[in-house]
């Protein structure tokens, strides 16, 4: 946190992953987060209803860029196919 503004400088990589390539990336900067205080909350949309069926991996890295110390979360998750529709 910077003393002088009691803000983070924090930048944030998003990545979503299917066997090991990479399918969707996106790139948040300082400018582009919004923060109250001395806490920074990170809230992102993904565009999984483009997402083919199948298993996936999101990646976050969030790096402090005043100590440039990164932290990584990754997580996995699976899109399913819509079953199909009934026509009445």
Known sequence: MDET???TNVSVVYR???DQQEIWRAV???DHLHQ???QLTIERLFPVASLV???YT???TAIDL???EPLFVLRSFTVKSSPPTKIA
């Open 5 to 7: 503004s009691h803000k």
């Open 16 to 18: 979503i992953t299917k």
């Open 28 to 30: 948040e900067t300082p």
């Open 36 to 38: 109250g205080g001395e």
């Open 53 to 55: 069926p199948g298993r």
């Open 58 to 60: 999101i990646e976050v």
């Open 66 to 68: 005043l100590t440039n």
